[in-house]
């Protein structure tokens, strides 16, 4: 796939630069370079920073690649799931010395592209043909047809009830379960559709919309990543650095939204109205608490909608702190 084929428009564009936009030098990790557009912006917009991009989908890696080959002094893409952050900043020292070091910022844009969703062979959309796969990297783990083979019926239940689709899920994993094995996405869209009452059907869109998200959540195991990822930047960054995160799920922007409050309180539990009384020590502070795309944008590009950005900025702590590195 070209860089041209490989059409993604990075969401909440100005808002994602505004939050680095202090930051002028250092390494950033963008943990999900897609077709690279907020990679380019970091780069254009500081002649001292460094990109780190990683990609669990290899399509991605090559269309970013070809899109940023201008900047290969400053910039490295390479093919590791996110929350592989510390093996990838390793590698990218051990090929570049100027990779070395604590890392100033990661990215973090969830979901999937849109030429993940748009190209039918990768079994992402509901409405185009394609085999039951949904993987992001289809170079290892189950497909969704493989997954749907072995899971059981509570289980499944309870997977489309925990995201997303609380009122039907057990109607709709019972269908999906008779309805097995398919052929094709848009077999197993009509399923779900069929398996939902008439009435619920003429309202609040496609129901297989939310259903292929959880099941897409589950075969790239999207939640847990996020968490090791975040836990791990946590220790990683240098002090001053910051971490945004773009989430389009509420199960995501729920983790990104307890984890970044841990940081910001130390762990604080003392009663808002007292103030913490625990000795708790902060550890990061807000720079962007919740903020959702423009009116504009969301007019502009509709796949911006559901966006969340959150951001934080890791504070300087007196108790040692094992980092990256000597930066
Ligand atoms: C919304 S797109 C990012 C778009 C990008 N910001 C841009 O400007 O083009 C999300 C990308 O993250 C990748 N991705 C999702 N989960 C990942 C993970 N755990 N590790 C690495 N990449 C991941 C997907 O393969 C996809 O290419």
């Known amino acids: 796939m070209t860089s041209a084929e490989f059409l993604h428009r990075p969401v909440m ?31 254009e917009r500081g002649a001292q920073r460094r990109v780190l991009g990683l990609d669990r989908d290899p399509s991605a890696i090559e269309a970013a690649s070809r899109r940023l080959s201008g900047y290969t002094a400053r910039f490295m893409a390479l093919h590791k799931e996110f929350d592989e952050l510390d093996e990838a900043l390793a590698q990218a020292c051990q090929s570049n010395t100027q990779f070395c070091g ?4 990661l990215l973090l844009d969830l979901g999937v592209s849109s030429p993940q969703l748009e190209r039918g062979e990768r079994g992402f959309s509901y409405r185009l043909e394609g085999p039951l796969d949904m993987r992001m990297d289809p170079t290892k783990g189950q497909s969704l047809a493989e997954f749907l083979d072995q899971v059981g019926l509570e289980e499944l239940a309870s997977l489309l009830r925990s995201n997303g689709e609380p009122r039907f899920a057990y109607r709709i994993a019972k269908a999906i379960m008779a309805g097995r094995p398919y052929a094709s996405t848009t077999e197993l869209a009509e399923v779900v559709k069929l398996a939902i009452p008439a009435a619920a059907r003429r309202t609040g869109g496609h129901p297989a ?14 939640l847990e990543r996020l968490e090791m990822a975040l836990v791990k930047a946590f220790k990683l960054l240098r002090p001053g650095g910051r971490i945004a995160v773009l989430s389009y799920h509420s199960g995501e922007d729920s983790i990104v939204k307890s984890l970044f409050r841990e940081q910001v309180t130390g762990g604080c539990t003392c009663p808002s109205r007292y ?21 504009g944008e969301i007019e502009e590009n509709p796949r911006s909608r559901s966006a969340r ?16 590195g000597n930066g």
């Open 13 to 43: 564009f100005e808002e994602v630069m505004a939050v680095f936009a202090p930051l002028e030098a250092g390494t950033f990790v963008d943990g999900t370079l897609g077709g690279g557009g907020h990679s380019q912006g970091l780069l």
């Open 102 to 105: 604590a890392p100033t910022g």
């Open 209 to 222: 919309t939310r259903v292929f998200q959880a099941l897409r959540i589950r075969v790239n195991n999207e």
């Open 275 to 295: 103030g913490c009384v625990c000795g708790a020590v902060p550890k990061a502070s807000y720079v962007v608490r919740s903020k959702a795309p423009s009116v």
């Open 309 to 324: 950005l959150r951001a934080i900025e890791i504070l300087e702590v007196d108790e040692p702190v094992e980092r990256f």
